[in-house]
């Protein structure tokens, strides 16, 4: 295992020169980097569950599942969320990604939440957090490039809820920002950017209630100069425009002060790199230790059209158990 700071970014591009496989974790401050070669990953007990990649053997875990949220007060919640909208009003930013920290108590282990959970990309890191994300950052094919930003949820058994998320004016407005920024991030490493797919609905299952999600993938041929430096390609894009918010400089000062607590890996990125591709993703739907506790962490876009009690209710939304 190796920490580095942003010269992270030159070990990759030398691992991938040498086509040597690799999986890597950034935070979300783009401040903390974790590369593991493939003897590393079981050194470290890391299991991982992504496409291309699966290590540690399946368990069952046939236990009753026990799962409780204890969510912050509505008042407690508004406080960063007024933040947020005064910055809105003054055009310091269009969309800014709050996210709040939530105690859960469960029955499980952060390794039994992993192998319990349905998700397209699914880390345990011992001692430390798992996450469960349906949310891919970038994918690299040799020239090719695409990111799929997902922004705008709901609740799946609303009547006609698809149709309500794609017909919102404040989800729509959200997405669009987030499609526009990563259009304009994909384009500093890559040529003929094109959005391919746009506003697809997915359906997450959970165990407490089912969402919508709504995605688009944005695609583009990499410039002569970043072919091969996925490090490289990594250090332009990040922080993951999805989970910050436009524009992004501004976005992040107004989030450190609304949040006041440190996101860590939360909402970073991890992928895995086979020795020609690379597979990456946000890391959200993430449950972490601290001191014993576990947290839940979880949030949304805001815009100047947000309302207080339907951004405090899909915060709590997305506090669940990733089984069904």
């Given amino acids: 295992m190796a920490v580095f700071d942003s010269y992270g970014f030159s070990v990759m591009d030398d691992l991938s020169e040498r086509k040597e496989p690799f999986f890597f974790m950034v935070d979300f401050l783009v401040e903390k980097m974790e590369i593991f070669t493939l003897e590393e990953i079981n050194e470290k007990g890391l299991i991982i569950d992504f496409k291309n990649i699966k290590t540690g ?10 799962w409780k ?3 912050e007060s509505l008042e407690s919640y508004a406080k960063g969320f007024h933040k947020v909208q005064q910055h809105l009003r003054k055009g310091n930013s269009y969309l800014v990604n709050y996210t709040r920290k939530t105690p859960v108590e ?3 282990s952060l390794e039994e939440i992993f192998y319990i959970s349905g998700a397209k990309y699914k880390v345990y890191y011992p001692g430390r957090f798992v996450f469960f994300s349906p949310e891919t950052f970038v994918e690299i094919h040799k020239d090719k490039i695409c990111t799929h930003p997902m922004k705008g949820t709901i609740d799946a058994s609303e009547t006609d809820a698809e149709q309500k998320l794609l017909n919102s004016i404040k989800e729509k407005a959200e997405h669009y920002t987030v499609v526009d920024l990563l259009r304009n991030d994909l384009s500093m490493v890559a040529d003929d950017v094109s959005v391919d797919c746009f506003q697809r609905i997915d359906l997450i299952r959970t165990r407490q209630k089912n969402l919508l999600a709504m995605s688009s993938e944005i695609s583009g041929t990499l410039k002569e100069g970043f072919y091969g430096k996925p490090g490289s390609i990594l250090r332009k894009l990040l922080p993951a425009g999805s989970i910050l918010g436009a ?8 989030i450190l002060e609304a949040e006041n607590t440190p996101r ?12 020609e591709n690379l597979d990456s993703c946000v890391m959200i739907r ?4 601290e001191n014993g506790q576990l947290y839940f962490r979880s949030g949304g876009g805001i815009t100047h059209m947000s309302v207080l009690e339907e951004e405090y209710q899909e915060m709590k939304n997305k506090i669940y158990a990733p089984v069904y």
């Fill in 57 to 66: 053997a399946a368990k069952d875990v046939k236990q009753q599942i026990r």
């Fill in 69 to 71: 949220a204890f969510p």
């Fill in 106 to 108: 469960t029955n499980l």
């Fill in 247 to 254: 524009p992004k400089h501004k976005t992040l000062d107004i």
């Fill in 264 to 275: 860590g890996y939360y909402t970073g990125i991890c992928g895995w790199f086979d020795g």
């Fill in 286 to 289: 993430f449950v972490e230790q």
